[in-house]
């Protein structure tokens, strides 16, 4: 008999350090201002601290309830390294026993020189970011490193049991995509098999070195839109977890195994793990429905009831939670305890560390520390924890009545739109009166907006918060780095400048900042990829803008050069996408809220003589939902959003949008119903391969396919980039064609931007010569 599954547990917690010390560990190490063994030792203080954290907030450090889900750059990735699944251009790299060391790890990760790294997507419906493993028919899996036996084993030698967290194979295998040189239409899924055994030899390490249960992430089960039928996944999920249940531990049992299904409703496929003989299922029941009719009758499984949303910082509502728990308990003799519906990595640590929050916004928010305390409360029952019922109970009624939550005149203008207010006129008009202001080349050439963020810019932002500089001293910083970053692009050739977002700490908070309905964090940080990390603003009330945000910088730009200059907005849903947004009024309100503040800053920018504006929704991919039967209304309201925000720009005004790090092919209808006249996205980590699609789709208007991954330090060769521009002007035409990097410049520094962006402009200039 395994032990019993804790009664209150979490299914992953922050892996980067309250104040990052993780990312600023691994930065040192890349920049080579430390070493390795600095770098290892950072990490396992980190993991230590955490322990230490969640043994004080009450999670019992003798039951598994623990979870050890390090990684220094994505758990995806993680297990890719342990199982050997390497892309044999970096074979040079691996050691006899074929494992990486630190540094070879990270330039599979990152690239170097003239390899390019693993391509990098979004992770389900969140802002976190995972590599994609390249699996082939001739990938030779094998136990190659035992990086998360060994974080086991650390915390045991200090006392701690905890449970072990891995991507589960089915999901690694769905996540994957064919690598270069496999076979037309080969599925990764069909080594599932070869996967699976050495799974079951990580059990057995596992198992050596004391564990008792490991947790395996499945939330690719929750999602029926893979290429790959949904029978068969089904399938493979019994084939893969009937083969780990009985699979033979050397000296003893296998640890009992936890599959957990986050993100959306597993269904019916909770059965198909129970026939298989796993010990435990978690359930999702914020982002899921009630599975009642899922789990009825199933006995001799723990079902973990994720009531506590692991996805957004609002208070759970107690009651209501302790309801679902009951309903759940109800059908079935299966045993149920408490957790969160995700890992915790989506929300910051605590809101200890946010003391300039309004003391009543504050006490609405629930981070990952917090939340930890509300699955304790659950478990334990209103009974043995009155008190934090009751303060839950007065907090999500304060949340409910408070000022701004609801404003009539927010409501009624939204209320008012109508479908001609989504419109513009068509695009033969639109580019006519556009091509009669704006003197373009063919393959004209610009950048995405950000440029790199400078030590001294933070350093002023910081100087201006503590009151060093006066609002005065700092404009005039920010004017110097825009007439620096305005006489570059003019050296440089570009065809169309940006002023480079010097004033914005974030594409996203900059906005929340200077609109109604946010607040903002000081250390509210969680990891989007690798060691970036983003602060999310808090979507808290009903949204408007009460004056304008971006005008006078771009007008200032526009005055220091006779080239266009591209206004730069951040579009309704990537604001939304990369917030921790409201819950109490649907997605699709908000959505118009803020895209009539956009109107208005666009109807502003219009009247400063700023003739192309781009508005960024790199998150429209992020969102969608996991289930067919939802996409359509939320392409629906997202794509409508975008329209009402652009609808007012007049038919002279060049309207840009970019999108970035998304499974385009899904969505590309939408991207197209967007109505854009130029749109830029991410295409250089595949090596345009969304073009195919973009074609098939019959898109007409501008296009600007990345030509440089600009996630990357590495400095892509002018031949490198010609031969891109080459493959793009075969498949979609010259005419529309734009030349751009993958995304904003903000996270690289300058001598790596200068010579990528030499090289870009000389690629552009050499194939339009070739014709």
Not at 642 to 665: I, K, M, N, P, W
Request: proline share 6%; net charge negative; with cysteine.
């Amino acid at each position: 008999m395994p032990a019993p599954f804790p009664a209150a547990t979490i299914l992953g917690y922050p892996r980067i350090g309250p104040r990052r010390e993780l990312k600023r560990a691994v930065e040192s190490f890349w920049s080579g201002r430390s070493d390795a063994d600095t770098l290892l030792s950072t990490a396992r203080e980190l993991r230590a601290r955490t322990r230490t954290r969640l043994a004080e907030l009450g999670l019992r450090p003798d039951d598994a309830s623990i979870p050890s889900d390090f990684a220094f750059y994505d758990q995806v990735w993680s297990v890719a390294a342990q199982i050997g699944a390497i892309p044999t251009r970096f074979d040079h790299l691996r050691d006899a026993t074929g494992a990486l060391d630190l540094a070879g790890h990270f330039t599979v990760a990152r690239g170097e020189g003239d390899l390019a790294p693993l391509e990098m997507t979004k992770w389900f419906d969140s802002n976190y970011h995972y590599l994609v493993p390249e699996i082939g028919p001739d990938t030779e899996f094998r136990l190659v490193e035992t990086a998360s036996v060994t974080h086991f084993a650390e915390a045991l030698a200090e006392g701690v049991l905890t449970r072990p967290v891995l991507v589960g194979p089915v999901t690694f295998l769905l996540l994957s995509k064919a690598a270069d040189g496999a076979p037309a239409g080969f599925d990764p899924l069909s080594r599932l098999d070869d996967v699976v055994a050495v799974y079951a030899e990580l059990l057995a390490a596992f198992a050596q070195a004391g564990a008792t249960w490991v947790q395996l992430d499945e939330p690719a089960l929750v999602s029926d839109t893979w290429d790959t039928p949904r029978e068969q996944v089904k399938a493979a999920v019994r084939r893969a977890y009937s083969a780990l249940t009985a699979a033979s531990i050397p000296d003893g049992g296998r640890p009992a195994l936890f599959v957990a299904a986050p993100y959306n409703r597993l269904g019916c496929a909770i059965r198909d793990l129970a026939a298989s003989g796993v010990e435990a299922v978690g359930v999702d029941l914020v982002k899921g429905e009630a599975p009642e009719q899922d789990v009825a009758g199933i006995e001799n499984v723990t079902l973990v009831a994720g009531v506590v949303d692991g996805h957004n910082i609002w208070r759970t509502d107690l009651d209501a939670a302790a309801a679902k728990v009951a309903a759940l308990s109800s059908v079935g003799a299966a045993r149920v305890t408490v957790s969160t519906s995700t890992s915790l990595l989506h929300v910051p640590h605590t809101t200890a560390d946010e003391p300039d929050l309004p003391a009543d916004l504050r006490s609405w928010l629930a981070f990952a520390d917090e939340k930890v305390g509300e699955v304790l409360a659950l478990a334990a029952g209103e009974a043995a924890a009155p008190e934090a019922f009751q303060t839950n109970r007065t907090a999500v009624t304060s949340r409910r009545d408070a000022v701004g939550v609801l404003v009539p005149s927010v409501r009624e203008r939204t209320a008012a739109l109508t479908d001609a207010d989504a419109t513009r006129s068509d695009y033969a008009t639109r580019v006519a009166a556009q091509d009669a202001v704006l003197d373009l080349p063919a393959l004209p050439t610009t950048t995405i907006g950000s440029f790199p963020q400078t030590t001294e810019l933070r350093q002023a932002r910081a100087r201006l918060r503590k009151g060093e500089i006066d609002d005065a001293a700092y404009t005039e910083a920010m004017r110097a780095e825009i007439r620096e970053v305005i006489g570059l692009q003019e050296r440089l050739g570009l065809d169309v400048l940006v002023h480079g977002e010097p004033e914005r700490n974030d594409m996203v908070q900059y906005f929340a900042e200077h609109l109604d309905g946010f607040a903002t964090t000081q250390n509210g940080w969680v990891q989007s990829y690798g060691s970036r990390c983003t602060r999310p603003s808090i979507l808290w009330g009903d949204v408007s803008r009460p004056a304008p945000i971006t005008v006078d910088w771009s007008r200032y730009a526009a005055s220091l050069t006779d080239k266009p200059v591209k206004g730069m907005l951040t579009g309704p849903v990537t604001i939304l996408a990369w917030s921790f947004v409201r819950d109490d009024v649907p997605l699709a309100e908000t959505a118009n809220q803020v895209a009539l503040a956009l109107r208005d800053e666009i109807t502003d920018l219009e009247a400063a003589g700023i003739g192309i504006i781009q508005v960024d929704e790199p998150a429209l991919r992020e969102l969608l939902p996991l289930r067919r039967d939802q996409q359509p209304a939320y392409l629906d309201w997202s794509v409508r959003a975008f329209r009402v925000a652009t609808g007012g720009a007049a038919d002279a005004t060049q309207v840009h949008t970019h999108l970035c790090y998304s499974e385009f092919g899904e969505v590309i209808g939408a991207i197209d119903g967007l109505d854009a006249d130029v749109t830029s996205i991410e295409a250089a980590r595949s090596r345009m391969e969304i073009l195919p699609a973009v074609a098939e789709a019959g898109f007409e208007r501008g296009i600007g396919p990345g030509v440089y991954d600009i996630h990357s330090p590495r400095v892509p060769s002018e031949q490198e980039i010609a031969e891109l521009l080459t493959a793009a002007r075969a498949s979609i035409g010259g005419r529309k064609l734009w030349v751009n990097p993958d995304c904003g410049l903000k996270t690289r520094g300058y001598p790596e931007t200068i010579a990528s962006l030499q090289n870009m402009v000389s690629a552009a200039r050499a194939v339009r010569q070739a014709g």
